[in-house]
């Protein structure tokens, strides 16, 4: 999986690109815990080129979000195809996460 990021005004955009599998879900999770460290907290994943997503990779999406509420920080989940939607469906998941169709609203979600 390819990891890359940038920055509009207060908001970091981290984009995935491959798979979120169990060897790289480590790496997007310590990458995350140090963006958040930096005081990053207003975080987009941008999802398009996200093609799988196991239990490990929901995992750190739900990591993410406990660790930035407390924070009161803002996470939502950009541009996700439809499989990786039915899967965030059938964990239970939806009502957990903020979610956007594309990159212009959910940079538009924050308040």
Not at 55 to 64: K, P
């Amino acid at each position: 999986m390819e990891i890359s990021y940038s920055k509009q005004e207060d908001i970091l955009i981290i984009n995935l690109n491959g798979s979120l599998d169990t060897v790289t879900s480590n790496l997007l999770q310590k990458k995350i815990g140090k963006i958040i460290d930096a005081g990053n907290l207003k975080l987009i994943i941008y999802c398009a080129h996200l093609n799988y997503i196991s239990s490990s990779g929901l995992r750190v999406f739900l990591m993410t979000l406990k660790r930035l509420k407390p924070l009161h920080g803002q996470l939502v989940l950009v541009g996700m195809t439809e499989s990786i939607k039915e899967i965030f469906n059938i964990s239970g998941f939806n009502p957990l996460f903020k979610f956007s169709l594309d990159l212009q609203s959910g940079l538009n979600s924050f308040n």
